[in-house]
């Protein structure tokens, strides 16, 4: 019974502790997103002081509404925690009051056989009724035992109801805890709804500027046209580069073969010669023809981007795929690759992600690579950067630090944030292969 007492003790203390490390996650990754709100709103408020309603505040909007909507699915997973910690704290209560109830009975059954027994002449009589010494001695430790069974009935039964007791504690400040987080997920809950209303708000300005916007998208769409443009013939300038070199590559080592095979050939007559005067047999004019390997197929090259310069870059690129660092520090993503939906009820399909950023801030390499192509368009510059058989590329960007054919590494600054359509900062961030343009958020490292 005690060892039951202990164990039911035991795995008290080990799920309290338990869920007191799962609440403290909650709640670290609680402030984490509360973090990540407050710093939506100071980007939000710096926009509408600046400009009206537009796109780029619309997607702050949405962000911070999904923020909202992680904080509450947090609170609600820590209800449901308080839940079954409840549930779990009152199943051992009632475990305690059946123990208590048993140790109880046990009890009183020993008090009354020891009440029955409790004159001197009872315990004398059972000692000397003995059959003999032996027999006698023990039934005295019997009775000691007996006494000492008592005794520990009763400490049981004070432990048992101490844990009890500290059991409802626990219940009264779980209770307490679910109390105060209910009142945490109302005023979430209206912050969340005053979000959307201020969401709806927006969008219903946007749907009145209809026509700007859908001006605005047809600019974007004629630059990223552009953009895509320069950088395929970015992608085939270094194709047709790769080519010549590959192949100029391949003369130089025929050329290197046919003069080791006509270096043979010579050595080998003239081995020949000398062999036959030494022997004084007449000298062969027919020359002696070095035995030529016939090489095996060439292995089929994976890439004609790919060299023994790049193969070890182009497999560390590969290798740091979800975890390549982002092209600017504080950046927060205004359109997703793909399909975006707009406000105007119309959608627009993007060969890059369009991040955010403070004007003249940054803009970084995401990999060792080479320039290969910097070109301007419209206002602003694309930079392009070879990572073996990949390409990054960046638009929108001014303040250009790097040159073309220049060897840069990850992290380096190759320019700065211009100012986009809006009047906002912001670049679009492309990735691409000889096939073209893929999802760079599937390269990108988890914010």
């Not at 164990?7 to 008290?12: H, P």
């Not at 000492?148 to 009763?154: I, K, T």
Request: charged share 25%; aromatic share 8%.
């Amino acid at each position: 019974m005690l060892k039951y007492i202990f164990s039911l003790a035991f795995f008290c203390v080990i799920s309290a502790t338990l869920f007191a490390q799962t609440r403290e996650e909650l709640e670290k990754q609680r402030q984490n997103l509360k973090k990540e709100i407050e710093q939506t709103e100071e980007l939000l408020n710096k926009n509408k002081a600046q400009t009206k309603e537009n796109l780029y505040q619309l997607s702050l909007i949405n962000n911070k509404v999904n923020l909202q909507n992680r904080v509450i699915d947090n609170i609600n997973y820590d209800l449901r925690l308080l839940n079954n910690n409840i549930y779990s704290i009152q199943r051992d209560i009632n475990k305690y009051d059946k123990l208590l109830d048993t140790l109880k009975q046990e009890y009183a059954k020993s008090m009354v056989y020891a009440y029955k027994n409790r004159s001197n002449y009872e315990f004398l009589n059972f000692i000397f009724s003995a059959d003999n010494f032996n027999d006698a001695i023990k039934r005295l430790s019997y009775l000691k035992s007996y006494r000492s069974y008592r005794e520990m009935q009763g400490q049981n039964i004070v432990r048992t109801q101490e844990l009890r007791r500290q059991r409802i504690q626990d219940l009264g400040s779980s209770k307490k805890e679910k109390n105060s987080t209910l009142q945490v997920q109302s005023k979430e809950m209206q912050t969340l709804e005053d979000q959307k209303k201020e969401q709806d708000r927006v969008v219903t300005e946007l749907k009145k500027q209809g026509k700007s916007i859908n001006n605005q998208i047809a600019a974007k769409k004629k630059q990223m046209a552009k953009v895509s443009n320069a950088i395929a013939a970015a992608i085939r300038k270094a194709q047709e580069a790769a080519k010549k070199e590959a192949l100029a590559k391949a003369a130089r080592e025929e050329r290197e073969r046919k003069a080791a095979l006509a270096k043979a050939n010579a050595n080998a007559n003239e081995a020949t010669k000398n062999n036959n005067a030494e022997n004084n047999a007449p000298a062969n004019t027919k020359s002696v023809a070095a035995t030529t390997k016939v090489n095996a197929p060439a292995k089929k090259v994976e890439s004609v981007l790919l060299n023994a310069d790049n193969l070890a870059l182009n497999s560390s690129f590969e290798r740091n795929r979800h975890n390549l660092p982002w092209p600017v520090d504080k950046g927060y993503v205004l359109m997703h690759y793909g399909l975006n939906k707009l406000p105007s009820e119309g959608d627009i399909i993007l060969a890059c992600t369009t991040i955010s950023a403070d004007i003249g801030s940054p803009v970084k390499s995401i990999f060792d690579g080479t320039v290969i192509s910097i070109t301007q368009v419209e206002d602003t510059y694309v930079i392009t950067i070879q990572h073996g058989k990949y390409f990054s590329s960046y638009y929108n960007v001014n303040s250009i630090s790097v040159q073309k054919g220049e060897q840069v590494k990850t992290g380096q600054v190759i320019g700065k944030v211009a100012a986009n359509l809006d009047g906002v900062g912001s670049i679009d961030f492309y990735m691409s292969n000889e096939k073209g343009e893929f999802d760079p958020e599937s390269w990108l490292r988890h914010r």
